[in-house]
């Protein structure tokens, strides 16, 4: 059974840093795209970044580019999203994705990305 489990989530001053890491297990996705995602109260899901399988390429949603870092250890099957200067338009549900084919290009559509976790809570306040 493949989970997608993230992690570090909370509440967090403008300003303020926190790191999510998404989990992978059931399965290895070394060789596929991963990305995060965020939904924020009474929005569509939409996309924050996406970095390929060698982690050599980043794609970042012009929000959050210069304020946000993703990064994988493949060993430890494992991506992470590093947020800085975050602001209050950030809060939001932050989801991790996986795609299910090795080897594509980086995709920002959610339809796209097969598997998914169940979000962890990122809070901003002013």
């Known amino acids: 059974q493949v989970q997608l489990v993230e992690s570090g989530g909370g509440l967090v001053q403008a300003g303020g840093s926190l790191r999510l890491s998404c989990a992978a297990s059931g399965r290895t996705f070394s060789k596929n795209i991963m990305g995060w995602f965020r939904q924020p109260p009474g929005k569509e899901r939409e996309f924050?970044?996406?970095?390929?399988?060698?982690?050599?390429?980043?794609?970042?949603?012009?929000?959050?580019?210069?304020?946000?870092?993703?990064?994988?250890?493949?060993?430890?099957?494992?991506?992470?999203?590093?947020?800085?200067?975050?602001?209050?338009?950030?809060?939001?549900?932050?989801?991790?994705?996986?795609?299910a084919t090795p080897y594509t290009n980086i995709h920002r559509l959610p339809s796209l990305y097969e598997y998914w976790g169940q979000g962890t809570q990122v809070t901003v306040s002013s």
């Open 48 to 99: 924050v970044a996406a970095i390929s399988w060698g982690g050599s390429s980043t794609v970042y949603a012009d929000s959050v580019k210069g304020r946000f870092t993703i990064s994988r250890d493949n060993a430890k099957n494992t991506v992470y999203l590093q947020m800085n200067s975050l602001k209050p338009e950030d809060t939001a549900v932050y989801f991790c994705g996986a795609e």
